[in-house]
């Protein structure tokens, strides 16, 4: 898979590492920024605790965005993947997603899933420029303004790995 670094020529010192407790508050304030029902402080340290993978991706140390994905049982899980308004457009979502499949990839995942409110239509054009696709949809999964909004399910197969020399 190929990321797009090209697209961070103005942006100085862009990393994308593991999410350490430290982040947390910074994180948390760009989720508040950016969602209408945003995870709580408790629930990015819990997905710390459980060893969720957590990304940040930051420039000149500030978190610009971060991803969390649970894996296992073959299957990885994008949870959430959010990038701070003035950020945004520039590749980093996508930078970072791609971060997190290879992540699933190497650890040997088959396929990753993620739910998105059918209105987020730029979220969605992400995951499709990724290959995801529709595979279902959860009746009442959001919370939303008035009462609960479906969320789509998608799906993306990871190619197999390559068998070992001689496997
Ligand atoms: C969704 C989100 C993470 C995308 O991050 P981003 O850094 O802006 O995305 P990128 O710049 O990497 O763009 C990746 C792709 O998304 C799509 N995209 C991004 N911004 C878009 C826009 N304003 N309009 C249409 N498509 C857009 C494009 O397909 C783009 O690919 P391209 O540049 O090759 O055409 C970001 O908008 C965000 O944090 N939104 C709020 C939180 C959220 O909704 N998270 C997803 C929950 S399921």
Known sequence: ????????????????????????????????????????????????RVGYVCRVITARRE????????????EAHVLNLCVAEGFRCRG???????????????????????????SNTTAIRLYQSLGFE?????????QAPQGREDAAVLKLVLPRSTPPPGG
């Not at 304030?29 to 710390?48: N, T």
């Not at 529709?134 to 959001?142: C, F, I, K, P």
């Open 63 to 74: 978190v610009m965005g971060y991803g969390v994905m649970s894996v296992g049982a073959g």
């Open 134 to 142: 529709q595979v279902g949809m959860r009746r009442g999964y959001y």
């Open 1 to 48: 898979m190929a990321t797009a670094p090209e697209q961070f020529a103005n942006v100085p010192e862009v990393v994308i590492r593991p999410m350490r407790a430290a982040d947390v508050p910074e994180v948390v304030a760009v989720e508040r920024a950016s969602y209408q029902f945003p995870w709580s402080e408790g629930i990015f340290r819990d997905c710390l």
């Open 92 to 118: 980093a979502g996508k930078k970072l997603l791609i971060c997190l499949l290879e992540r699933a990839h190497a650890a040997g995942m088959g396929e990753a899933f993620l739910e998105v409110r059918p």
